[in-house]
């Protein structure tokens, strides 16, 4: 049987001109399908031979097998490139010489060329591979994680008023909460987050932020950088309004007043009428740690 959008050990049946035609190994009264000439050399491979090839439609819509590895097989999610933008929807480079079709129906907003896309691979019902960027049903609700686990994830849809939804190692489905989120972020974004929350029924929640008491030391390190590039003056304090905070520093105004107390306690910082300032008297060197 011939697994379309997979790797699979295929026999050698006979050698022509253009290439080798193959047959699956449990079928050798199969037509055969071929293997262009541009991938290996038919004279030095015997009839009979077994080889490993990937196979799926070419341009013709004909079965067609090749030794090129394609960055995405049937039943796996990864990140490809869009190249072009059809009325019939993108087109994505998956290492082959025929470009991977993303479908509009597929598609979940909209995508031009150069974007990377997070995508699954799929087979219809007439036996053609596509791409879906609607990934949430093919990726499992809980995983092998714990508490305060790092783990990397790819975002591959936003929901103003909930959060991202994001693909833990191209598998996992989570989620990052509105009240986590401290800058904008994009299907694509590859991040690296903290496991905050694991539900009773394995759901996932994230944080792209630390735990507290060590966001305090960079969180510090930020603002008393920013104090430097500005000339020693911010004209922020901490009665400035969360969306100013959120703006300026990509983080909340709770974790805005730790760190200010954190400078306050390393006499980094004075308070003044036009904001939090540098205080020249005992700033001798960067924050500590």
């Known amino acids: 049987m011939i697994h379309v959008g997979s790797n699979q050990k295929m026999k050698v049946s006979r ?12 079928e050798s009264d199969h037509e055969g399908i071929l293997l262009p000439k541009k991938y290996v050399s038919p004279q030095e491979i015997p009839e009979g031979s077994l080889i490993d090839v990937f196979v799926y439609r070419d341009s013709d819509d004909r079965l067609i097998a ?43 907003h909209p995508i031009y060329p150069g974007d990377r896309v997070l995508v699954y691979a799929d087979v219809d019902k007439s036996n053609r591979i596509y791409a879906s960027m609607q990934i949430q049903k093919f990726l499992t609700a809980s995983g092998p994680f714990k508490k305060d686990d790092k783990v990397n994830c790819v975002v591959y849809k936003t929901v103003r008023g909930i959060g991202a939804f994001t693909a833990i190692d191209n598998k996992y489905m989570a989620l990052i909460p509105k009240k986590e989120l401290f800058k904008e972020l994009r299907p694509g974004d590859r991040l690296d987050a903290r496991i905050v929350d694991i539900k009773p029924d394995g759901k996932i929640d994230l944080s792209l932020r630390d735990k507290a008491y060590k966001e305090r030391i960079s969180d510090s390190k930020k603002i008393y950088d920013m104090l430097v590039s500005k000339g020693g003056s911010l ?21 805005f007043k730790r760190a200010l107390g954190k400078l306050l306690s390393e006499k980094k910082i004075v308070f003044t009428s036009k904001g939090i300032t540098l205080n020249k008297d005992h700033n001798k060197g960067p924050v500590e740690k």
């Open 15 to 26: 050698r022509t001109s253009i290439g080798l035609y193959l047959v699956p190994v449990d």
């Open 66 to 108: 090749t030794t090129l590895a394609p960055l995405l097989h049937v039943g796996e999610i990864g990140i490809l490139r869009v190249v072009s933008n059809t009325p019939i929807g993108a087109f994505l480079d998956w290492g082959l010489e025929k470009d991977l079709l993303l479908p509009k129906s597929e598609q979940l």
């Open 235 to 255: 004209g922020m304090d901490d009665k400035s309004s969360p969306e100013e905070i959120k703006d300026m520093f990509e983080m909340s105004k709770a974790s």
